[in-house]
């Protein structure tokens, strides 16, 4: 019922580009993504529904497959304070609000 | 900017003993969550609850586990007899009325609870 997130740590230099997924084995009602720096509570950054959306703010953009019950994490023109694990929570139920996070990839950001 | 906020900030036990931790969901939320970060894993649900009444658990929520909303501000996770595999960060989160829909969750700053 975990969904897997690929990779599992990537490092990047500034400026360049990033992509995470995440994928399940069940039907999504919705994926939210999160942000985690070292010893800090999860930050949201974006959440999509089903329908097969994209989403973006900023450099940060998401879509989210429907059919293949994938979401991708885009992450153009990284910048030093990308820097931390990203995970994914799937919600499989309708609006229950129950997430089921994934292990996380871990970016790292260097000058 | 509103935010979750949980008290304590750090917590230390003993096996055996009951802990209560402490949230301030966002004051217009009305769905409140509990999960729990063992030290570098990945997060974990542990229960909703709107309308004073839980709403799903996980199968962590065992008997030891119990949550109120003692008033219109606060909400809390009781362990009654917290065990070593309790040491974790516990995380409490808030989103708008949910009703069907998915509203983005808001993470407190977490309270880290260590069993000894």
């Known amino acids: 019922q975990q969904p897997v997130q690929s990779p599992q740590a990537v490092i990047l230099r500034e400026g360049e580009d990033a992509v995470i997924n995440c994928s399940s084995s069940k039907a999504l009602y919705s994926v939210h993504w999160y942000r985690q720096k070292h010893g800090e509570a999860p930050v949201f950054l974006m959440i999509?529904?089903?329908?097969?959306e994209q989403k973006g703010h900023d450099k940060i953009s998401a879509s989210f497959n429907e059919k293949k019950q994938q979401s991708s994490l885009y992450l153009t023109a990284s910048q030093l304070s990308y820097s931390g694990t990203y995970f994914c929570g799937t919600e499989i139920g309708g609006g229950t609000g129950k997430l089921i996070f994934g292990q996380g990839t871990t970016l790292q950001v260097k000058p | 900017e509103p935010e979750v906020t949980q008290t304590p900030s750090h917590q230390v036990t003993q096996m055996g003993q009951e802990v209560i931790l402490r949230c301030v969901p966002i004051s217009n939320h009305l769905y409140f969550y509990w999960y729990r970060q063992i030290l570098g894993q990945k997060v974990e649900f542990l229960v909703s609850?709107?309308?004073?009444?839980?709403?799903?658990k996980s199968e962590i929520f065992d008997d030891q586990f119990s949550v109120e909303r003692p008033d219109g501000s606060n909400f809390t996770l009781k362990i009654r007899s917290t065990k070593l595999e309790d040491s974790a960060m516990y995380f409490c989160?808030?989103?708008?009325?949910?009703?069907?829909?998915?509203?983005?969750?808001?993470f407190g700053p977490g309270t880290r609870l260590t069993v000894t």
């Open positions: 989160a808030s989103s708008e009325l949910n009703g069907g829909y998915s509203y983005e969750q808001y």
């Open positions: 609850f709107y309308n004073n009444e839980i709403s799903e």
């Open positions: 999509l529904l089903k329908g097969g």
